[in-house]
């Protein structure tokens, strides 16, 4: 994660109050449905384009002084996703890691956070209404965890998006550990798996 810096969470916190913190969270379901009738989707998952047009997950910035990270992470999910995101609490259990960055010096902690299909699905439908909605968030979209023929369409193709900070590699590292892929697809894929 060029320009980033991993650190351990304990490490994490103890940063000075120059240090700002960022969270956020990839929401994840299991999804037993086919594209096209043959493709199997194997899971859901979602991330959002930004106000600034870039690729990256629900969250923001927290303030330590009103709580932990997560209450923090869980507010920030409420405004930008809508009332749908009171069915569920991101936990520490859910934390994954965090990366620091000089300038600015910004600490984004990263989470993971599995949910029911229909709980994905009640975010999805419920986030137009969401306070930030068409300020800070434009829009959701489901990252496609399959390649067409042609090798080229599904997850190949949108990884040539833009990101926001490390989020692409957030995303291609939570995919991997989390086992959202079948096994050797990085390979097939041609996509160099996270260190």
């Known amino acids: 994660m060029a320009g980033m810096r991993r650190l351990e969470l304990a490490e994490a916190l103890q940063l000075g109050p120059g240090w700002r913190h960022a969270c956020h969270a990839l929401l994840y379901a299991p999804d037993p449905g086919l594209l096209f ?7 859901a998952v979602l991330m959002q384009m930004r106000f600034d047009g870039r690729l990256g997950f629900p969250g923001g910035f927290v303030d330590l002084r ?3 990270l997560e209450d923090g992470l869980n507010r920030e999910l409420g405004e930008e996703l809508g009332e749908a995101a009171a069915a569920f609490r991101v936990e520490r259990a859910d934390y994954r890691s965090s990366h620091a960055g000089s300038r600015p010096r910004v600490v984004a902690h990263f989470y993971t956070k599995l949910l029911s299909l229909e709980q994905l699905t009640a975010v999805e439908m419920g986030a137009p209404r969401a306070r930030d909605h068409g300020l800070e968030v434009l829009g959701l979209v489901r990252v496609p965890l399959y390649t067409l023929r042609d090798g080229v369409g599904g997850l190949p193709a949108f990884l040539e998006n833009t990101f926001i900070g490390n989020a692409r590699e957030q995303l291609l590292e939570a995919i991997q550990n989390l086992g959202l892929l079948e096994p050797g697809s990085f390979a097939r894929l041609k996509i160099s798996p996270p260190p």
């Open 66 to 68: 009103d709580g932990s």
């Open 37 to 43: 009738g043959r493709i199997p989707l194997r899971y």
